[in-house]
């Protein structure tokens, strides 16, 4: 450990300690990248974020007890990955912190498992004044049109993080938000602090209450993939009216066929009743074996339509007089 290391640690300590006395280490704290809240922070935040972190205590899941004091942080710089790209199309930003420990026997095992790299990933917790929509800059507590997640023109969907007011400590987790740098965000529009208002959750019904928001916006990134899709409900009624369609005309040309087979009139096709070609037929020899003998249009030149079905009729009941 160098001087000035050592200088910037004890400006934050009561008393001088060795560097013998010391444990440090480096923690990426967040980066500029799209995490699986949808959200990022600006680059401008990353840049605030770098002053009001030196001197913040390091906890654990952000449990904000005086016990579950671990680390702090002495310094921090933003740093650029130029190998990396963000999945908006940015250089790759992150801030690192470098913290430091006393080393002390009850925290030896703490110390051994940052070293193995099972204590590793972090979180921090800050505020953010200002929270607004990647595509049209609106506010996103107040909501728009778009989307978390679904793509715009080429462009991710997602709400950008900045006007950072106030950071209150970071956190080793062990499900990060932020890929990476694992940050876990608790942010307020308003000043204050920010943990006198967090509310652990106890019970299945906070839990619930809590996801419900995150499940509805799920739900409605994924309805918005198929949007314009047709409904099976709509397309099993168009499949059933073609289907219909194409029995009323198919139906039709059985009446056509029948009659002409059977010998009668082009007119008394549509006449034919049936739901088969075979009860067609049928219908269509009971008719003309009725008209068979009697003057019907295209046979005879005299008459109308009707004047071999009806004289059919009156022979067959012979009591009864046409008036």
Same mark, same amino acid.
């Given at each position: 450990?160098? %001087? +000035?290391?050592?200088?910037?640690?004890?400006?934050?300590?009561?008393?001088?300690?060795?560097?013998?006395?010391?444990?440090?280490?480096?923690?990426?704290?967040?980066?500029?990248?799209?995490?699986?809240?949808?959200?990022?922070?600006?680059?401008?935040?990353?840049?605030?974020?770098?002053?009001?972190?030196?001197?913040?205590?390091?906890?654990?899941?952000?449990?904000?007890?005086?016990?579950?004091?671990?680390?702090?942080?002495?310094?921090?710089?933003?740093?650029?990955?130029?190998?990396?790209?963000?999945?908006?199309?940015?250089?790759?930003?992150?801030?690192?912190?470098?913290?430091?420990?006393?080393?002390?026997?009850?925290?030896?095992?703490?110390?051994?498992?940052?070293?193995?790299?099972?204590? %590793?990933?972090?979180?921090?917790?800050?505020?953010?004044?200002?929270? %607004?929509?990647?595509?049209?800059?609106?506010?996103?507590?107040?909501?728009?049109? $778009?989307?978390?997640?679904?793509?715009?023109?080429?462009?991710?969907?997602?709400?950008?993080?900045?006007?950072?007011?106030?950071?209150?400590?970071?956190?080793?987790?062990?499900?990060?938000?932020?890929?990476?740098?694992?940050?876990?965000?608790?942010?307020?529009?308003?000043?204050?602090?920010?943990?006198?208002?967090?509310?652990?959750?106890?019970?299945?019904?906070?839990?619930?209450?809590?996801?419900?928001?995150?499940?509805?916006?799920?739900?409605?990134? %994924?309805?918005?993939?198929? +949007?314009?899709?047709?409904?099976?409900?709509?397309?099993?009624?168009?499949?059933?009216?073609?289907?219909?369609?194409?029995?009323?005309?198919?139906?039709?040309?059985?009446?056509?066929?029948?009659?002409?087979?059977?010998?009668?009139?082009?007119?008394?096709?549509?006449?034919?009743?049936?739901?088969?070609?075979?009860?067609?037929?049928?219908?269509?020899?009971?008719?003309?074996?009725?008209?068979?003998? $009697?003057?019907?249009?295209?046979?005879?030149?005299?008459?109308?339509?009707?004047?071999?079905?009806?004289?059919?009729?009156?022979?067959?009941?012979?009591?009864?007089?046409?008036?």
């Amino acid at each position: 450990m160098d %001087k +000035e290391t050592l200088n910037k640690i004890n400006a934050l300590t009561r008393r001088k300690f060795k560097a013998e006395e010391l444990y440090t280490f480096p923690v990426v704290l967040c980066h500029n990248d799209i995490d699986r809240d949808g959200e990022r922070f600006t680059d401008s935040a990353l840049d605030k974020m770098a002053e009001l972190f030196v001197g913040k205590t390091g906890i654990f899941d952000h449990n904000p007890t005086a016990e579950n004091q671990a680390a702090r942080i002495y310094d921090t710089e933003v740093l650029v990955d130029p190998e990396k790209k963000t999945a908006w199309g940015g250089d790759y930003r992150y801030l690192k912190g470098y913290a430091y420990m006393v080393r002390t026997d009850a925290n030896a095992d703490l110390i051994t498992e940052i070293d193995a790299g099972i204590k %590793k990933e972090v979180s921090v917790s800050c505020a953010a004044m200002s929270r %607004k929509c990647s595509i049209c800059g609106a506010n996103a507590n107040e909501g728009c049109e $778009h989307v978390r997640g679904k793509a715009y023109d080429g462009q991710i969907c997602h709400v950008t993080l900045d006007d950072i007011t106030d950071a209150y400590e970071w956190s080793f987790v062990a499900v990060p938000a932020q890929v990476g740098a694992g940050v876990a965000k608790h942010y307020t529009e308003k000043g204050g602090t920010n943990m006198e208002e967090f509310t652990p959750i106890t019970t299945q019904k906070a839990l619930d209450d809590a996801a419900a928001p995150l499940i509805e916006a799920a739900v409605a990134a %994924k309805a918005a993939e198929f +949007e314009g899709y047709v409904s099976a409900e709509d397309h099993q009624k168009a499949l059933d009216d073609l289907n219909a369609a194409h029995k009323a005309e198919l139906l039709k040309a059985y009446r056509a066929k029948a009659a002409l087979m059977a010998g009668l009139p082009e007119e008394l096709a549509d006449r034919l009743t049936g739901e088969t070609e075979e009860d067609i037929r049928k219908d269509a020899e009971m008719l003309a074996g009725l008209t068979k003998g $009697h003057a019907t249009p295209g046979f005879s030149a005299e008459g109308s339509i009707m004047d071999g079905v009806e004289k059919a009729f009156y022979d067959k009941n012979p009591d009864l007089k046409k008036n």
